[in-house]
């Protein structure tokens, strides 16, 4: 049923199989130099297996360098399951999920991510508890979202010293494309500090309640990342920095919670070539994965906990734009050579 998988660019690899059940998935093990490799659970159709195993490569050895960006002792993992979410997930095929997990003796702790509801997780902790993201228990830690949207709001203060010398928000126009669980508390706290915004969704619901509670301005979907605005805030989805999107964006800095916001690695050279300031997404976003650490490492009281991260969070993206600045490179390139240097400092 678990299948380890030589691959050379990863710890560990499984192939996940169960018959009964129908589960088919990967369970990936980027790195656990820092710590337990951490990352959340993905169910959706994919192509094939070559697709699935390629997606948890990928996002697992995204979450070594958002882990190591946040300050966790923590490494990276992944898990996915292939299959429609909305008719193929099963109670047997999420537990047959949790004993593969539960093999992993706590090498791999999950938790939710796409395709997956804090429910499927209880499911998941029947078989292990290598399980975060719960709603209920001592050190549930339930939603992720505004730890997220408070650490998009530092990130953006710490953009905000290095272009005009100030942190304050107050009067800056944020354009925010995505008002789902990030983008609507982070419109929340921009209203609070002052700034101005405009929005944009697919769903006229999430719109029409940002109008109303926060007197954002409507824009089309189409035409977000274009606003003549001083911030544009991805908090959607993933690859909206691009060669068709980046020669319109207005802003001067690019600060958001969606993940894989660069189509390409290239993308973050063309945006410094336009004297864009882009924020590097796994550094700004970092928030999410703090309050999933202060569960899965039992941290209590939590609150003064993940204050303290966030505020280092701040500290490390002023750090890598100071970096970037004096050395004439992206954000982006600093960001990854940081984590690439913490990750060799550690003894294997
Ligand atoms: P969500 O599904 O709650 O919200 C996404 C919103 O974007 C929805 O309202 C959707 O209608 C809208 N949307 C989709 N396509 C759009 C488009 N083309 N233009 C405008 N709006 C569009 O998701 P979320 O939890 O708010 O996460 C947003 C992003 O942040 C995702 O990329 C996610 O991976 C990333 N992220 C989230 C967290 C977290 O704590 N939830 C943490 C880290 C990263």
């Not at 938790?111 to 399980?131: H, I």
């Amino acid at each position: 049923m678990l299948t380890r998988l030589a691959i050379s660019t990863h710890e560990e690899v499984y192939r996940v199989e169960d018959r009964e059940s129908g589960l088919r998935g990967f369970i990936a093990l980027h790195s656990t130099r820092l710590g337990p490799a951490a990352g959340g659970l993905r169910m959706r159709t994919y192509e094939g297996d070559d697709a699935a195993l390629e997606d948890v490569l990928n996002l697992s050895r995204g979450m070594s360098y958002k882990n190591a960006a946040a300050g966790l002792p923590l490494g990276g993992g992944k898990a996915v399951i292939l299959g429609d979410p909305d008719h193929a997930k099963t109670p047997a095929l999420l537990r047959a999920m949790g004993r593969a997990i539960n093999r992993l003796q706590g090498r791999y702790w999950t938790a939710e991510d796409m395709g997956m509801s804090p429910e499927d997780m209880a499911e998941l902790s029947r078989e292990t508890r290598f399980v975060a993201g719960l709603n209920s228990g001592t050190h549930a830690s339930g939603d992720p979202s505004p730890v997220t949207a408070r650490g998009v709001l530092g990130a953006m203060r710490a953009g905000a010293a290095q272009l005009w010398g100030t942190q304050n928000l107050s009067g800056r126009h944020v354009a925010v494309q995505g008002l789902g669980h990030v983008g609507w508390h982070l419109c929340h706290l921009l209203h609070e500090s002052g700034a101005k915004l405009s929005v944009a969704d697919m769903n006229p619901a999430h719109v029409a309640s940002t109008v109303r509670e926060f007197g954002a301005t409507m824009v089309d979907p189409r035409s977000i990342h274009a606003v003549d605005a001083d911030i544009f805030a991805p908090c959607a989805i993933g690859g909206v920095l691009n060669s068709r999107s980046i020669p319109e964006i207005r802003a001067r800095m690019v600060c958001g919670a969606a993940n894989n916001q660069l189509a390409s690695p290239e993308d973050a050279e063309r945006l410094r070539a336009r004297d864009i300031l882009y924020l590097p997404d796994y550094v700004a976003n970092g928030g999410g994965i703090v309050n999933v650490a202060a569960e899965i490492l039992r941290i209590a009281p939590r609150a003064p906990w993940v204050d303290e991260r966030l505020d280092a969070m701040q500290a490390r993206m002023a750090h890598i734009l100071a970096r970037a600045s004096g050395e004439g490179v992206s954000p982006a390139m600093i960001a990854d050579r940081l984590v690439e240097e913490q990750l060799l400092q550690v003894a294997v």
